[in-house]
């Protein structure tokens, strides 16, 4: 298609195709009820290499950097739940019910994997470590849509974004053990080194937020150079963490923590939320875009297990979790449906997990975190759309909005008939 153009003209038809095509599906997905992020990976894979091939491939392959970037941008939006008086109430809450839904559902999947397949431990560990993650991404995307907030929205967004923390502490870990396998010994300093590299990308978010308070807070300083210094900060962030194979995640989190704090500026948060909605929708785009259908096949049994077991254990974590922690019935039943997405800190860890095991294990696991991954991103939102109805945290008018919308439709599809 793009074969007689140059590269600029190629990029930018591509961002084109790519933007009005997930345009076009989230139209399509309103009126099936569905949330946007599914129309948008669906219109990925429509106009990806392995279907109508609209988008050239190295193009989707040197757009990487997308995925970093919403992140940060999604991180620290995340971040403005974190504000002292929330976190004095949820705090040892919020930390308990992580932990139970994350570990139990790595710990499940590790098993599964071992017991029920014979296969290594090494690669049982990586699967399950992997596992542990959840996509702060597409629950956030659902919770704006449909304007959620309460309680319920507070528990939920600080879960996904601790949850990811948990998960790279898990990955650093496994990783360190399954190198020490392959090499014959595993010092301290390979699990040690991992985990300050965490730290201290956590010391400079909380720095960079600081640097932010002062900045922007300044009166004289117009809206356009306050997003200007926002973004700029946001990408100096992930940039660093990008040298250091972090996710930028955990260091954009806390930038956005340590600002609310600082200046109790929701300003910020609202132009940022003006500004990210093209970015967002190319990276669930992109991630449908990267899956290849036909490896589905390949998957196999190993796949299907792994998409069912991973289910399985995040709800039954998150309702443990949360009956511990004495929450509400809501919470309890209800919280688990949010926790399926899976998508861009796992398939990063699904990379790094790729060379340290052999050939055919390696690109196993890549096909399994890969597949499963695109069939978590749709029926993620579906699900998280559900346990915020159920919970109560949609507000009516939203509800409402949805009703009028399929009254409309219906009546629309008897003028039709009777036509």
Not at 37 to 66: A, D, E
Not at 134 to 148: E, G, H, L, N, V
Request: one cysteine or more; proline letters at 3%; hydrophobic letters at 50%.
């Amino acid at each position: 298609m793009f074969n007689n153009t140059n590269e600029i003209t190629t990029i930018l038809c591509s961002l084109a195709i790519m933007l009005f095509a997930g345009f076009l599906l989230t139209r399509l997905s309103k009126l099936l009820k569905l949330p946007y992020v599914s129309g948008y990976i669906i219109s990925g894979i429509l106009i990806g290499p392995y279907v109508l091939k609209l988008v050239p491939t190295n193009i989707i392959t040197n757009m990487g950097f997308v995925s970093d970037i919403a992140l940060a941008f999604i991180a620290f939006n995340i971040g403005k739940f974190f504000k002292l008086e929330i976190i004095k109430k949820t705090g040892i809450k919020v930390i308990i019910i992580t932990l139970f839904e994350s570990l139990l559902a790595g710990i499940i999947v590790t098993l599964a994997m071992h017991w029920l397949f014979k296969l290594s431990w090494d690669f049982s560990l990586v699967l399950g470590a992997i596992a542990t993650a959840t996509a702060p991404a597409s629950t956030t995307m659902t919770i704006r849509q449909y304007k959620a907030r309460g309680h319920f929205v507070d528990i939920l967004l600080q879960i996904v974004a601790l949850d990811d923390v948990v998960c790279l502490l898990v990955f650093s870990v496994v990783t360190a053990i399954c190198t020490g396998n392959v090499g014959g010994t595993t010092t301290a300093l390979d699990i040690i080194l991992p985990i300050v590299y965490n730290i201290a990308v956590i010391l400079l978010g909380a720095l960079c937020g600081w640097i932010l308070s002062k900045l922007l807070t300044t009166p004289k300083r117009s809206q356009d150079n306050r997003l200007i210094l926002a973004v700029a900060m946001l990408l100096a962030l992930s940039g660093i963490c990008g040298m250091l194979n972090i996710s930028p995640l955990l260091s954009c989190m806390v930038c956005g923590a340590t600002y609310i704090n600082l200046t109790r500026d929701s300003n910020l948060y609202k132009q940022l939320d003006n500004f990210t909605p093209p970015i967002l929708s190319l990276f669930f785009i992109l991630s449908g875009m990267k899956l290849d259908v036909s490896i589905l096949k390949s998957v196999g049994i190993i796949g299907v297990v792994y998409f069912i077991i991973r289910i399985v254990g995040k709800y039954l974590g998150s309702f443990l979790g949360a009956l511990v922690t004495k929450e509400d019935k809501k919470t309890q039943a209800y919280l688990g449906l949010a926790m399926i997405p899976q998508a861009g800190v796992a398939i990063g860890l699904a990379y790094l997990g790729q060379r340290l095991l052999p050939a055919d294990l390696g690109n196993l696991l890549l096909t399994i975190i890969l597949s499963s991954s695109v069939l978590y991103e749709l029926v993620g939102p579906i699900s998280a759309k559900l346990a915020l109805v159920y919970s109560g945290a949609i507000p009516k008018q939203e509800q409402s909005k949805d009703e009028e919308d399929k009254t409309l439709i219906n009546n629309l599809e008897l003028k039709l008939s009777h036509k």
